[in-house]
């Protein structure tokens, strides 16, 4: 059973996504908070698979309470509940350590598949949440240059590379990758770090940016 912790400060929105996870059958919200400094203490005090947060809450906003979060609880990962308004926060976020963005207007599944993802160790990326973001981070001009260095940097990369980094983008964890590739979770694992240290990239949420430019997951 996944433990989530969900922050929001708003009642329906938190009863809403209660219900979406609960549907699922493996996740258990095991804490609820308000604001984000609650968020923080009650991740400290739950110790949850996953933090879920709202990017605008009062006393301490979603992003600060993200970087806490990963900072004093690293058994956590944190995925935030983002709107398509919010796009200038995810990007400030994708080097802060959180590795989920999911969009509160988007499917059920998708929530569900996202928190599976980042409670698994992958990252999830809705995908409208992606384009927005790829979109979004220089007009269309720059985003075609992007897409063509993205294109360049992973053909560098070996076939199996490019085809886990293409899962990576898709939010699969490193189990679910071997499942999928029929390989060893350690194969898998090297493979990861590998593409990382290639692509220049820090964490798998900026991974996954690079295979959504270079056109290997279906948005």
Same mark, same amino acid.
């Given at each position: 059973?996944?433990?989530?912790?969900?922050?929001?400060?708003?009642?329906?929105?938190?009863?809403?996504?209660?219900?979406?996870?609960?549907?699922?059958?493996?996740? &258990?919200?095991?804490?609820?908070?308000?604001?984000?400094?609650?968020?923080?203490?009650? @991740?400290?005090?739950?110790?949850?698979?996953?933090?879920?947060?709202?990017?605008?809450?009062?006393?301490?906003?979603?992003?600060?309470?993200?970087?806490?979060?990963?900072?004093?609880?690293?058994?956590?990962?944190?995925?935030?509940?983002?709107?398509?308004?919010?796009? @200038?926060?995810?990007?400030? @976020?994708?080097?802060?350590?959180?590795?989920?963005?999911?969009?509160?207007?988007?499917?059920?599944? &998708?929530?569900?598949?996202?928190?599976?993802?980042?409670?698994?160790?992958?990252?999830?990326?809705?995908?409208?949440?992606?384009?927005?973001?790829?979109?979004?981070?220089?007009?269309?001009?720059?985003?075609?240059?992007? &897409? =063509?260095?993205?294109?360049?940097?992973?053909?560098?990369?070996?076939?199996?590379?490019?085809?886990?980094?293409?899962?990576?983008?898709?939010?699969?964890?490193?189990? &679910?990758?071997?499942?999928?590739?029929?390989?060893?979770?350690?194969?898998?694992?090297?493979?990861?770090?590998?593409?990382?240290?290639?692509?220049?990239?820090?964490?798998?949420?900026? =991974?996954?940016?690079?295979?959504?430019? @270079?056109?290997?997951?279906?948005?």
């Amino acid at each position: 059973m996944i433990r989530v912790l969900l922050a929001d400060d708003e009642v329906m929105v938190r009863a809403g996504v209660r219900a979406i996870l609960g549907s699922s059958g493996e996740t &258990e919200v095991v804490a609820e908070a308000g604001d984000g400094r609650e968020a923080v203490e009650l @991740a400290r005090a739950h110790r949850p698979d996953v933090a879920l947060l709202d990017i605008r809450m009062p006393r301490l906003d979603g992003l600060a309470a993200a970087e806490e979060i990963v900072r004093t609880v690293p058994g956590t990962a944190v995925a935030m509940l983002t709107t398509f308004s919010e796009q @200038a926060y995810v990007a400030r @976020a994708l080097g802060g350590g959180v590795t989920g963005f999911l969009l509160k207007s988007g499917d059920p599944y &998708e929530l569900i598949a996202g928190v599976r993802a980042v409670a698994g160790g992958g990252a999830f990326l809705s995908p409208k949440v992606a384009r927005y973001v790829v979109d979004g981070l220089g007009g269309s001009a720059g985003r075609l240059g992007r &897409e =063509a260095a993205a294109r360049a940097r992973v053909q560098e990369l070996s076939p199996r590379e490019r085809e886990v980094l293409g899962l990576v983008g898709a939010g699969l964890s490193n189990p &679910e990758i071997a499942a999928r590739l029929h390989l060893v979770e350690g194969t898998v694992k090297a493979y990861v770090s590998s593409v990382l240290d290639r692509l220049g990239v820090r964490n798998r949420v900026q =991974a996954a940016i690079v295979a959504y430019e @270079a056109g290997l997951v279906e948005s």
